[in-house]
């Protein structure tokens, strides 16, 4: 069993839409939790992250982690097509900066 | 702003020969990370530096190597090519303890 496990997709939404992204993970000892957006032949691009539980806003990005589910997630809001990407989970532990990351999710908003 | 440089961004290898990759990060980040991203695979941490001084390591071969330098860049150092070995290497950047690394645009490795 992977540590991080990510649901691939491909998730299709319409424009205007809320998308809900998650991930879930086994080694709690995870503390910093990360979400990155990747576009076609592109590095992996930070969005959010969050430190231990908790909820955090950015515009039409929210990311949610409850470590006692051992679950993140990431929303986006009134989506747009500009946001069809693949979005990484990735979390790593206390002063332990190999991150580990999810399978990530392939996202297509349709206009 | 200054983003993370990698090069080059194409490489094209024969089997069993050597590659060098190169990651300059972004300036005062004193820390490197190196990932490999096979055809829709998440990234795999390979190895990271800090201070020029290997700081962690993860699945990295031993035919592969790397190095931090006194000015914080970084060099992969791939020996003994294989054809599994084509993929995308990324290189990601931070200050220690800020855990959020940005990454560079990757380099694609491909291994005729």
């Known amino acids: 069993q992977k540590e991080v496990e990510q649901d691939p997709g491909p998730l299709s939404v319409p424009e205007g839409a809320i998308v809900s992204l998650n991930c879930t993970y086994s080694?709690?000892?995870?503390?910093?939790f990360m979400w990155y957006r990747q576009y076609s032949r592109k590095g992996p691009e930070l969005l959010m992250y969050t430190y231990s539980s908790g909820n955090k806003e950015d515009g039409r990005f929210t990311a949610q982690v409850d470590k006692s589910s051992k679950y993140i997630s990431l929303f986006i809001r009134d989506s747009q097509p500009s946001d069809s990407a693949t979005y990484l989970c990735a979390m790593s532990a206390d002063n332990n900066n190999d991150m580990r990351f999810g399978a990530g999710t392939r996202l297509t908003v349709k206009p | 702003a200054a983003g993370v440089i990698q090069s080059p961004r194409h490489l094209i290898k024969e089997k069993r020969e050597t590659a060098t990759l190169k990651c300059y990060p972004i300036p005062r980040h004193d820390t490197v990370y190196w990932y490999q991203q096979g055809p829709g695979q998440d990234p795999q941490f390979l190895i990271s530096?800090?201070?020029?001084?290997?700081?962690d390591k993860g699945s990295i071969p031993d035919r592969f190597s790397a190095q931090q330098f006194s000015d914080y860049h970084s060099e992969l150092n791939m020996s003994s090519l294989e054809l599994g070995d084509s993929a995308l290497y990324f290189c990601?950047?931070?200050?220690?303890?800020?855990?959020?690394?940005?990454f560079g645009q990757g380099t694609r490795l491909t291994v005729v």
């Open positions: 080694n709690s000892a995870f503390q910093y």
């Open positions: 530096f800090y201070e020029k001084m290997q700081s």
């Open positions: 990601a950047s931070s200050l220690l303890g800020a855990t959020e690394a940005f």
